[in-house]
């Protein structure tokens, strides 16, 4: 890769990002009775900080996207067979799935049933299979492991702390833009460098 698609690579994504996070934003923030009766400079304040979220979004995703690549080049040399690395990819994505499930009961569930907190794995998993399904799709069926395991346990590590939060509006404006920055990045990346 060189430093020119590598820029590519990240403006991109960096545009993704804010620009999900401010269409996702602004949305939830004129469907909020809330804040019918704000004024402009609420509004601008909200588009500032919406930006910057985006911005964080994005830049988390190129870290763990990056982070991704330079860990499958030592595991592939460490394991030294890539069905191994596969398999280990599969198991881990299955136990971030289910520790988001576990944990976030343990720590937030105090009273309600677990069902509340299936809900946001389920759509991961759900959106991690698309775009696997997808990125196998365009390239070959070696692909569809890798986009999973960066959709699903690389997505979860990355949104760590917003999972601490605990707040609906903060999952939906930084884990969905975080999301399609790791679907685009994913999606474009045999493109970029030029292979399938």
């Known amino acids: 890769m060189t430093l020119k698609k590598w820029f590519y690579l990240s403006w991109t994504s960096f545009a993704f990002g804010i620009a999900a996070t401010l269409i996702l934003g602004l949305i939830m923030f004129f469907t909020n009775p809330n804040y019918q009766n704000s004024g402009l400079g609420e509004v601008g304040f909200n588009l500032i900080t919406l930006t910057i979220a985006g911005a964080t979004a994005s830049v988390l995703s190129q870290m763990g996207f990056f982070g991704y690549l330079i860990l499958k080049w030592i595991a592939i040399s460490v394991f030294r067979s890539k069905v191994i690395w596969d398999y280990l990819q599969f198991i881990l994505s299955i136990v971030a799935i289910g520790d988001l499930i576990y944990l976030r009961y343990v720590n937030y569930g105090v009273g309600s049933g677990i069902g509340n907190y299936i809900v946001l794995p389920l ?74």
């Open 123 to 196: 759509f991961i998993l759900v959106v991690a299979i698309a775009v696997s399904y997808y990125k196998m799709k365009l390239t070959n069926r070696s692909a569809f492991i890798p986009t999973f395991f960066v959709m699903t346990a690389v997505t979860i590590l990355e949104a760590v702390p917003i999972f601490r939060e605990n707040n609906i509006d903060s999952l939906v404006v930084v884990l969905i833009p975080l999301m399609i920055c790791n679907a685009w990045q994913l999606l474009i990346l045999h493109k970029v460098i030029g292979n399938k």
